[in-house]
């Protein structure tokens, strides 16, 4: 009875593990048709089943954990602990309910009330940190925690995993290069725990070393790009390389709002505010290309829908 229930419970999971990944590309032409020869393109990582594009490396940090015995059916008392803003977060607490292992999470006080709300939704533990404190608040916490009762946690440490940014190189990165029939000229991803960018750069390159691969981070710690890191004042991931990207951009908090509303109004289109800063770097770049009379097909990440934003004050201001 008790390896027909593991069966049962695996085949579950197994339901929403195979729709993490295979994303749609979205033409973003009206965006640019003042700039002809520019292509530019967003993949919807929206469409993931938890709703972001931290499903992809929440699924190949929780796969390895649970291949090396140290989450899952060996270690059914252990509970996976992490430090989220929120996305990977959602992405844990869902896995953990689909496979059925328990997920305690450290998450800013200053998360969005709906991250807040699917979290509880899918069953996890929520340790709530300091708002001033941003992510690196909860990761103090995490540590705290984990040092404490190490017996308790795997601790799944999303800024320090390779399985994070090796996502990104084993499945995004050939997903892009199979769209764009190898096209693809420039890619643009904000950094967060930096491992969208630093996973999918590597794998570019290797396909084509002259792709430019352009970061993008907060211009202050001070920011409403929320899950964002100002890399010159945050705790810097251990998985993060300052010398991969070939430049990187500063963005501001308000432009990224007014292109969450321009995609929405315009496009039909709903997404978070990294999604809307990527956008709105990615068309910074277009012009420059334009200008110098190049043509390019130039890539930006759309990480999430905005359904955890809605209550963001920017979306009924002028």
Known sequence: MATAAVAAKTKLGNEVVDRIGNTPMIRLDRL???????????????????????DRPALSIVQAAMAAGELGDAMPERSLLDATSGNTGIAYAMLGAALQFPVTLCVPASASPERKKILQAYGAEVIFTDA??????????????????????????????????????R???????????????????????SGTFMGNTRR??????GIQCISMQPDSPFTGLEGLKHMPTAIVPPIYDPNLADRNIWAETEP??????????????????????????????????????REAVIVTVLCDGAEKYMSERFWTED
Not at 32 to 54: C, D, M, Q, R, Y
Not at 143 to 148: A, Q
Request: a negative charge; aromatic letters at 10%; proline letters at 3%.
């Open 32 to 54: 640019v048709a003042h700039l002809p020869g520019i292509t530019l393109l967003g993949k919807a990582e929206f469409a993931n089943p938890g709703g972001s594009v931290k």
């Open 132 to 169: 001033g404190d941003g992510s690196d608040g909860a990761i103090r916490k995490v540590r705290e925690l984990y040092s404490e009762h190490p017996e308790r946690y795997y601790y799944a440490d999303q800024y320090g995993n390779d399985n994070n940014w090796k996502a990104h190189y």
């Open 171 to 193: 499945t995004t990165a050939n997903e892009i290069w199979a769209q764009t029939e190898g096209t693809i000229t420039h890619f643009i991803a904000a950094m967060g725990t």
């Open 204 to 209: 570019l390159r290797e396909l084509n070393p």
């Open 256 to 293: 990224a709002y007014a292109m969450c509303k321009r995609l929405a109004r315009e496009l039909g289109i709903l997404v978070g505010v990294s999604a809307g800063a990527n956008v709105d770097t990615a068309i910074r770049i277009a012009q420059e290309e334009y200008d110098a009379g």
